[in-house]
């Protein structure tokens, strides 16, 4: 067969596939944080579109693409899967390994797949500004280039020690016209805070939440966009896993692992929510879902009720969590440094279709560069993580004849300097303590 299997473009889907409808024993609705009850489209209007409102309560299973949105998607969709043979070579596996090379992207990974609808509904709905956060800097370059293809203005507050591990995720935003800051700042009253508590703080994911959403909220020309965890955003992301159903049936090939790395969770659910339908209907298949050892929310997390910010500003999603207060590490894979977990990848993991899965970053750069070596792409850190899971299931039984699917998220070449302190010797592995877990989760709300 073709080591790669490229779809022309009028062999695109149009359609995202919602998963929601097919969960079994559903999803449970996100709570008014003042209330306790079940919160509506009308009071998250103040910084989400009702466009994307609409999705993310959708219970219909397949919703239609805009025209808009496939014409920007074109620029590099579809996107080839890739048979790693040289891969399967060196590791001496039996396995066939496919990888979809979301990589090609103009920003390099997968989160312009829900920037650039994110942008469209809020173009179309008249707002003017767009704020976010960002980890490693993947969703802020995406959303910049989003903004830019729509004409509106992005703000991204972007964590403190992303900011200065990574100076050319600025340099690609501020090249898309977005402007950066790094979180916790001085701009919003959560960040000052913050400073003036711990001024030495790396940072997290939650802070650079509160701070966005304090700027989308305290504007009127401004919404707030968030490049992972919510529904409407695994639902853009399903085009991966829809065109790769495509590409591995031209293949005469189906998966029998699926495998992806978990941050927030929109990657994973983006190639392993179509295959879900095969899974409930009797198909032998099996999803693994990674994280890093450092900041485990889906195998030492707990599935309740949390905030997606340290603020306390966001709806009571109900997710595995590690607490809205924890601080993960500085590692390097800065885009899995999330304490929350997608509501939609926890309600699969809850019903054991979802076989979550701790690896250290040590072993995670070995695999990456393997692979580069091997297959001639660097990966990022984040996308590191899905290559060693790959690896693991193909030797577990290297005489095993079986077909392994992972989500090639993005390329590693804005992230050199992670591999330079690689080579150096100066990363290490860390396991987040038991006790510091603990403590996070004494202050999850009380429901």
Request: aromatic share 8%; hydrophobic share 40%.
């Amino acid at each position: 067969m073709e080591k790669k299997i490229i779809l022309r473009d009028d062999e695109m889907p149009r359609q995202w596939y919602n998963v929601v409808p097919d969960i079994p024993n559903g999803l449970l609705p996100p709570l008014d944080p003042e209330t306790k009850e079940p919160m509506g489209p009308e009071k998250l209007g103040a910084v989400f579109p009702m466009g994307l409102l609409e999705q993310e309560m959708s219970t219909t299973r397949y919703i239609d693409i805009p025209e808009e949105v496939l014409d920007i998607y074109k620029i590099w969709r579809p996107v080839p899967l890739v048979r790693a043979t040289n891969l399967e070579k060196a590791l001496g596996t039996k396995a066939k390994i496919f990888f979809k090379n979301e990589g090609v992207s103009p920003v390099g990974s997968h989160k312009a797949n829900s920037a650039v609808p994110q942008a469209y509904y809020n173009m179309k709905e008249g707002v003017k500004r767009l704020s976010t956060e960002t980890g490693a800097g993947q969703w802020g370059s995406a959303l910049s280039f989003a903004t830019s293809k729509f004409g509106l203005e992005c703000k991204v507050y972007m964590v403190r020690v992303s900011f200065e591990q990574k100076p050319y995720r600025k340099s690609m935003m501020q090249t898309f016209g977005a402007q950066i800051v790094a979180s916790p700042s001085e701009e919003t009253r959560t960040g000052r805070k913050i400073l003036a508590e711990f001024p030495d703080t790396p940072g997290s994911l939650g802070i650079a939440i509160s701070e966005a959403l304090e700027d989308a909220a305290g504007r009127e020309d401004t919404k707030y966009a968030l490049g992972s965890v919510l529904n409407h955003v695994c639902i853009h992301q399903s085009i991966i896993g829809l065109e790769t159903k495509k590409q591995l049936e031209i293949a005469g090939e189906y998966p029998d692992v699926v495998i992806g790395c978990c941050g927030g969770g929109s990657n994973f659910a983006g190639i392993a929510a179509p295959f879900i339908p095969d899974y409930l209907s009797g198909k032998k298949i099996r999803f693994v879902g990674v994280e890093p050892s450092s900041c485990p929310s889906l195998t030492m997390g707990r599935l309740a009720y949390d905030f997606g910010d340290v603020a306390q500003t966001t709806p009571l999603l109900y997710m595995y969590t590690l607490g809205h207060d924890f601080i993960p590490p500085g590692i390097h894979a800065g885009g899995l440094r999330y304490h929350g977990m997608s509501p939609i990848i926890s309600a699969l993991v809850r019903e054991n279709i979802i076989e979550p899965m701790k690896v250290h970053q040590l072993e995670c750069f070995e695999a990456g560069v393997l692979f580069a070596r091997t297959e001639g792409i660097i990966p990022a850190p984040e996308t590191c993580h899905a290559i060693r899971a790959a690896i693991i299931e193909a030797t577990r039984e290297p005489d095993k004849k079986q077909t392994i699917l992972f989500n090639f998220s993005g390329h590693g070449l804005i992230d050199m300097a992670s591999y330079d302190k690689f080579f150096a010797g100066d990363l290490h592995n860390y396991d987040y303590p038991e006790e510091a877990i603990a403590r996070s989760m004494a202050n999850l709300p009380k429901i």
